[in-house]
């Protein structure tokens, strides 16, 4: 292990892009799975004791740990272990613990690893339960996901977005060899259409904002050549999912999906 580890991993097998730029193009998607939930820090502002500090702090943190735990963390395992030796199927960390003789410290990893995940879906319930709650107040879901404790949690709409999530368990114990890719497809494809939805609200909050002579307190960067930016990047994404076996089929579903829900709106808008 310690005569692999060198900074000069870094290009020594082929340099950077070593098998050229189709494998990082063709990658994007995958990567986009890694970014879901950055989103999460514009529906916390409803409930933030001071937003205009709060929220464009937490923006900035994630650039940093951005830069430090996707970046960094990749610097140092490549300079650790040649990624010509990193296998697909196990996890390149723990791997390098092993190699290493640490399998105390592997195990650990591991550990980290699971607390991570269940730190995800805490965060994927807290959100999708809040988003639930605004629809029934909005009347475009049952109202009885309105109930709220007394803290103000809306319990009802906790309790479904939990349920709703155990499924992926029904899900693996099913399809044990292809859950994991069939619910990635389907959370980059939802991650899409979320983002593209983001852009092309801010870009009509922010028009209604210079119709009434407002300013906003939080300055989008390139707005609004930044939000256009955004759309045509995604949309390069979902071009790539249809060329990709294993994600092709959310992709397509896609507009399949944008138009019941056009037509979901528009019936409830009539009644």
Known sequence: GGEKASIDNLWRYGGFFATGWNGLILSLAVIMFSFGGLELIGITAAEARDPEK???????QVVYRILLFY??????????YPWVEVKSNSSPFVMIFHNLDSNVVASALNFVILVASLSVYNSGVYSNSRMLFGLSVQGNAPKFLTRVSRRGVPI???MLSGAITSLVVLINYLLPQKAFGLLMALVVATLLLNWIMIC?????FRAA?????RETQFKAL???FGNYLCIAFLGMILLLMCTMD???LSAILLPVWIVFLFVAFKTLRRK
Not at 54 to 60: E, F, H
Not at 71 to 80: E, K, N, P, Q
Not at 209 to 213: A, D, E, I, L, N
């Open 200 to 204: 092309l609200a801010h870009l009509r």
């Open 156 to 158: 009802n709409s906790l």
């Open 54 to 60: 709060s929220i464009p702090k937490a923006v900035n």
């Open 222 to 224: 390139l707005y609004p």
């Open 209 to 213: 904002m210079r119709r009434q002579g």
């Open 246 to 248: 294993d994600m092709r």
């Open 71 to 80: 970046i960094g963390s990749l610097v140092v395992l490549l300079a650790l």
